[in-house]
Every structure is written in structure tokens, then in C-alpha cells.
């Protein structure tokens, strides 16, 4: 069941940072959600992007297509707006050669061994898209659907919006309908709260999450292994050479995945840790060291030159930590600059990868009757006193 996010200051920032007004042509936009075209699908069908907009001018923008998070703009420590995640500028790009930027994932995020899982002794077969795995949801997951999208009435805590979508009986192998329901919230405090919802009429599995690449010097603005990340998790799941889990939880003490003290993204990024080769660099889900299941703190980021700080909590059991390894050069942003690999990293709230074959990991099944709930929330703010 998600709880209210509810912690003390002190449990969420490391130092005295403080939120920083946004203005723009000299005021302060006031807020609300607006909506725009954003071109069509190969398929002909229409997308349409909205603005979420608070109080204090941050924004984030989002299109129908995949739920995609195009644009986050929070302030730097001078109040400089600035874009924090990767993205493109057309529809057509998103369709083509998107390696999941932004894009809201299920019907199960990660990757599932060989494609296959039981529930009661039935075994179900998936597409296969990443080798021999099913990797965020089959060939179309959720992250290239359109999604319904439904303005939220103004509300005084800042904008949102809330997107459904209905998975068919057999989509991609999974069974059983599923509704679900993504808000997204931008509140007054700078906060961008994810909202998941879902129900079945087959007992399934499930595993959403929201796929941003993270740049907190601004999209296009190069690497980001000088970035210094905290990661509240004391294990991690190891993962063999196609990043399926071993079934170990392993201890972070003394690998290059301990990041529970404040360490440079970088500082480790090219050990010789089996590990490390395996995924390329980080590729790993986290067990975050929770109590209960309420909302709270996973990870914190701060890039140093432009002051910004992300806070990342969540009621989920894993975070998924993503430097993107696979970024090559060959894919252009909308900033207009290539993107190589490390130039964004990703902090993905989840349940474990591969969960439905390993009894021992927290569930991932959804019963009919049941409601999936889950809660993520980033906090932006800055170093600035």
C-alpha cells in the first residue's frame, strides 16, 4: 500500500540545499498544464505533449507516446533553468532509436531469463528482444504505446496529469488484462511524483518503473561520471554475462558497487570486477535497505559544477543504477550534441530483475482483486545557501 511521502528534511538532504525560484521573462509562471502536437506515429496516430508547469516555473514535459519524459527543467545554484534528461525532438526518433529514454516501462521492467515464467504450474512464453531475455516489457512494451492522457483538475499543490493504458489478454506473452494508471505530480517543492496503478483479471506479473537518463550539468552537456552518487543499499543482486540475476544478494563492502558513502559515479566505473565487465559498467539493481513499505530515501545525486541535487524515494525493494553503457556516438539529442556512453546515468525503481524465476526475491504477482500500487518520487533542488 503506498504511504505519504512524509520524511524529515534532514532524512532527505545530506546538506543545507535549498530550492531556488525559477523565473522567466522577468516572473514567475504560474501553474498549470498545457498541451500541444507532437507529430504522429509511423502507425498515424496523433501525439500530444503536455507541459506540467508549478509555482515556481520548473517543468517537465511529456508526450502520449510511451508516457516519455522529454524535458525536466529545474534551476542550477545561479537559478539558471536548464533540461536534465536525454531525449529527442520528433516522435519519429522516439520510434526508431530510443534506448528507453524517459518512457514509462512494463509490463515488466528489467529483464525475465529466456523469455519464460509460471504462475500455478502454467508456463508463459514472452517475446524475446534482448538476446535470449525479455527485456522491459517484449518488442512493444509500454514505453512504445500511446497512452490516454488525462489533465487533472489545478490543484494547489502545483500540475498533474494521469495517463492509462489497457495491456490485452496475451500482450507480448503476459497474461491477463491489465489497466494501469501512471501520475504524473509536479508539486511547489520541486518534487516530480510518479504515481503507479494497476489491476488484472489473470493473476500476471508486474514490474513498472520510469526509464530518464540523468544529466544534472543539462542534456548535451557531456559526461556524467563526475556526478557524486549515494546509494542507500548495503547489497546488490549480481548478474551474469546477460544480466539475468545469479539469485545472490550480494554485499556492496569492498566492491565498486558501495555506494553508501558519497563517491564520484566514475571513481570505480572501469574496474576489473567481473561485475563491471558483465554489465559494461553499471548495469545492477540495488536492494535498498527499506523498512516498511513506506516512501523513502533510495539514492541521491550532486554534480558539482552546476550545483544540482536529485533525490530519488521510493517503496520499491530495488533501484536499478544505469550509466549508459550502451550510448555510442551514433545517436543525436535534442540539444544537438551525440550522446556517448556515461553521458547519462539512470535510477530506476523497481522490484528485482528476473523476479518471477526466483522464489527467494520479493514477489512480482498480481492477483485478480488485488491493486498494484506503487509510489516514486524526485526531489530537485540545489547546493546553493
Known amino acids: 500500500m503506498t504511504k505519504t511521502y512524509r520524511e524529515p528534511r534532514a532524512l532527505l538532504l545530506a546538506t543545507a540545499a535549498i530550492v531556488l525560484t525559477l ?5 514567475v509562471k504560474a501553474a498549470g498544464i498545457t498541451q500541444a502536437p507532437f507529430g504522429m506515429t509511423k502507425d498515424g496516430l496523433p501525439v500530444e505533449e503536455y507541459t506540467l508547469t508549478n509555482d515556481m516555473g520548473a517543468s517537465v514535459k511529456f508526450i502520449s507516446y510511451g508516457g516519455i519524459i522529454t524535458e525536466i527543467n529545474v534551476p542550477d545554484r545561479w537559478g539558471r ?41 502454467t508456463e508463459y512464453t514472452l517475446a524475446t528482444n534482448n538476446g535470449a531475455n525479455t527485456l522491459h516489457g517484449g518488442n512493444k512494451g509500454f514505453d512504445k504505446v500511446v497512452w490516454t492522457v488525462t489533465p487533472q483538475p489545478a490543484i494547489s499543490e502545483g500540475a498533474a ?81 546477460g544480466g539475468i540475476p545469479t ?14 558513502d558519497a563517491m564520484p559515479i566514475g571513481a570505480r566505473i572501469r574496474s576489473s570486477d567481473q561485475q563491471m565487465v558483465n554489465g559494461r559498467g553499471y548495469d545492477h539493481n540495488f536492494v535498498v535497505n527499506r523498512s516498511g513499505g513506506d516512501v523513502s530515501l533510495d539514492a541521491r545525486v550532486y554534480d558539482p559544477s552546476s550545483g544540482r541535487i536529485m533525490e530519488i524515494a521510493s517503496d520499491q525493494p530495488g533501484l536499478q543504477f544505469y550509466t549508459g553503457n550502451f550510448l555510442d556516438s551514433t545517436t543525436v539529442g535534442a540539444a544537438g550534441k551525440q550522446y556517448r556512453q556515461g553521458d547519462g546515468f539512470c535510477l530506476e525503481t523497481q522490484h528485482f530483475p528476473d523476479s518471477p524465476n526466483h522464489p527467494d526475491f520479493p514477489t512480482t504477482l498480481l492477483k485478480p482483486g488485488e491493486v498494484y500500487k506503487t509510489t516514486t518520487v524526485h526531489r530537485f533542488s540545489t547546493d546553493a545557501s
Open 23 to 27: 523565473t522567466s521573462g522577468g516572473g
Open 81 to 121: 533553468a536548464g533540461n536534465i534528461v536525454l531525449g529527442f525532438k520528433t516522435v519519429g526518433e522516439y520510434e526508431a532509436k530510443s534506448p528507453y529514454f524517459g518512457a514509462l516501462i512494463g509490463r515488466y521492467a528489467n529483464r525475465i531469463a529466456g523469455g519464460k515464467f509460471s504462475i500455478d504450474g
Open 161 to 241: 496529469a494521469e495517463l492509462t493504458y489497457t495491456s490485452k489478454d496475451g500482450e507480448e506473452g503476459y497474461p491477463g488484462t491489465l489497466t494501469v494508471k501512471a501520475t504524473y505530480t509536479l508539486d511547489n517543492k520541486n518534487e516530480l511524483w510518479i504515481a503507479y496503478e494497476a489491476t488484472t483479471d489473470k493473476p500476471t506479473v508486474i514490474n513498472l518503473t520510469s526509464h530518464s537518463y540523468f544529466n544534472l550539468a543539462g542534456d548535451g552537456s557531456g559526461s556524467i561520471e563526475s556526478h557524486i552518487l549515494k546509494i542507500n543499499a548495503d547489497k546488490f543482486t549480481p548478474v551474469d554475462a
Open 247 to 260: 539469485g545472490e544478494l550480494a554485499a556492496v563492502a569492498g566492491t565498486p558497487f558501495d555506494f553508501r
